[in-house]
């Protein structure tokens, strides 16, 4: 186990499956204790918490609804009350959908946006009132914001958003020597990607593979560290080469 984030509180959404896990499990092996935040599924949750303590690392997990900015306020609070001051916040939580925006409903833009801006929005929020001068925020996008796709309007809406809230927060934390970037993975071996994408995600990457969540956390893990001081505003992709 590194050292390189001992004593500090990580707080990672959308962490029990995915990108988000791996994020978690290596945050916490760089020795950070860290905040899982998850929606629903309590036993991926359990599951991130009991490999971190059993490694030997901190964690708990806390389920939160994003959407609803007062379960945002009650999750940082959690975190807090369980590890003190947070020092990263990534947030990661993310839900995707594929359909033409002219069949596009406003059911659908809403839960989109709610999950992926509007939960990333008042997540932003919270760790700016919240983070100790130097801490760190990462927000996780999406590479295919700078590709051509079709079907997936309310998707790569959703993410650019987040990316200029990335933009402007720097400007407004630079005082206080608080990074904000944002990571964007090309295609990755999670749920979000459908089995009908997998062959033509491979071919598309100079490394003939899709991703793996740990690629995407390792480059996270060092967006949070010392060594990434000096990076902020920025938009990190690390896509395997697809753009």
């Known amino acids: 186990m590194s050292t390189s984030l001992a004593d500090k509180v990580a707080l990672v959404t959308g962490a029990s499956r995915g990108i988000g896990r791996a994020t978690a499990l290596e945050l916490a092996a760089q020795g950070a204790a860290v905040v899982i935040g998850y929606r629903t599924n309590d036993g991926l949750a359990k599951a991130v918490v009991d490999k971190i303590v059993g490694g030997g690392g901190k964690a708990i997990a806390v389920g939160a609804d994003l959407s609803r900015p007062a379960e945002v306020t009650r999750l940082f609070d959690e975190g807090e009350a369980a590890f003190g001051t947070l020092d990263i916040v990534v947030a990661n939580a ?7 925006l002219v069949d596009c409903t406003e059911a659908d833009y809403d839960r989109i946006f709610d999950a992926n801006t509007k939960g990333v929005f008042f997540c932003l929020q919270e760790a700016a009132r919240r983070l100790p001068d130097g801490g760190r925020i990462v927000v996780t996008s999406t590479s295919g914001t700078r590709l051509l796709f079709d079907q997936l309007s309310l998707y790569l809406g959703s993410k650019g958003a987040i ?5 402007v927060l720097s400007r407004e934390l630079g005082e206080r020597q608080i990074t904000v970037n944002a990571v964007s993975p090309g295609f990755t071996d999670t749920d979000l990607l459908p089995d009908r994408d997998r062959e033509v995600a491979a071919g598309m990457s100079a490394f003939k593979r899709v991703g793996q969540p740990e690629d995407v956390a390792e480059v996270i893990a060092f967006l949070v560290g010392e060594r990434a001081r000096w990076v902020t505003g920025q938009n990190i992709v690390a896509a395997g080469g697809v753009c």
């Open 94 to 100: 993310a839900d995707a959908l594929i359909k033409p």
């Open 163 to 167: 990316e200029q809230f990335v933009r």
